[in-house]
């Protein structure tokens, strides 16, 4: 993700985004399989606000409790006092090799517009939720144009509202036509917005459908289909 890829324009940042999702979803396939390495697991962890003003001292406990030499990427949970000053205490653990990759989570285009401009080292990643009754249409292009890639929480709605979206009927029709499911349909809409998709799950079958999501293709009209399902319905802040 910092392998420092110029991104210019929005139809190239689009389809950068698009290729970063996919091979994201790949290596998280080969990893759930089973064919790796126990260092080849890719360790993403937060800061909490109640941690920013003392990053530092979190970043090293966040080190010894998980008992690795380095955190493959780690993010700001939302955004909070101290949190320019948290940022930079992650910069400094890039810098001490203790951190690869930083980024950020709950930011939209207010709080990146302001928070930015503060840092030095471009977030990787900013995590935020989206599901197709919350889609963040107006977000994901800004920062993508920006070469941070997007990542989504909450891709069946969260636990709770995972029926609601799972038995909608325009994403049941679309699974039904492809002989997928309605989770593989979701799963996929993401990856073809170039949006990195964290379904959460505790069902290996589950887990093996949900990263099932290269051999079919939603088409334009389809994408069309499911955009026009927004309600802007956050179902949760954090
Ligand atoms: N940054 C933030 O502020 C923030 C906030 C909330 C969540 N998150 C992250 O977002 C990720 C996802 O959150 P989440 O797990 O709460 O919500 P989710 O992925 O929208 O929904 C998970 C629910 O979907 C079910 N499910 C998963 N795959 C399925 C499938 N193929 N078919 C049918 N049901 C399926 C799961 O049940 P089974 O276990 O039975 O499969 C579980 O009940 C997690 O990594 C979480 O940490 C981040």
């Known amino acids: 993700m910092n392998a420092g890829k110029k991104v210019s324009g929005g139809s190239e940042a689009h389809q950068y985004m698009v290729k970063l999702a996919f091979e994201a979803m790949k290596v998280t396939a080969v990893l759930n399989q089973g064919y790796h390495e126990p260092e080849e697991i890719f360790v993403i962890t937060k800061l909490y606000p109640n941690q920013f003003a003392n990053a530092e001292e979190a970043v090293d406990e966040a080190l010894d409790k998980l008992d690795i030499e380095y955190i493959d990427m780690m993010l700001l949970h939302h955004p909070g006092d101290h949190d320019v000053e948290a940022y930079q205490a992650m910069e400094q653990a890039v810098e001490e090799g203790k951190i690869c990759s930083i980024g950020l989570s709950n930011w939209y285009v207010e709080e990146l517009t302001e928070f930015l401009p503060q840092v030095t080292i471009t977030p990787a990643l900013v995590q935020n939720e ?109």
């Open 130 to 238: 989206i599901h197709p009754y919350y889609q963040e249409n107006d977000v994901i292009p800004f920062i993508q144009e920006k070469g941070i890639v997007v990542q989504g929480w909450y891709p069946f709605g969260g636990r709770g509202h995972t029926a609601e979206l799972l038995g909608d009927e325009v994403i049941s029709e679309i699974a039904e036509a492809h002989g997928v499911t309605s989770a593989q349909v979701i799963l996929r809409w993401n990856l073809q917005k170039g949006v990195v998709v964290i379904p959460g799950s505790g069902n290996p079958e589950h887990i093996r459908e949900n990263i099932a999501l290269f051999d079919f293709e939603l088409s334009a009209e389809e994408m069309k289909r499911i955009a026009a399902l927004d309600k802007r319905e956050k179902h949760d802040w954090y």
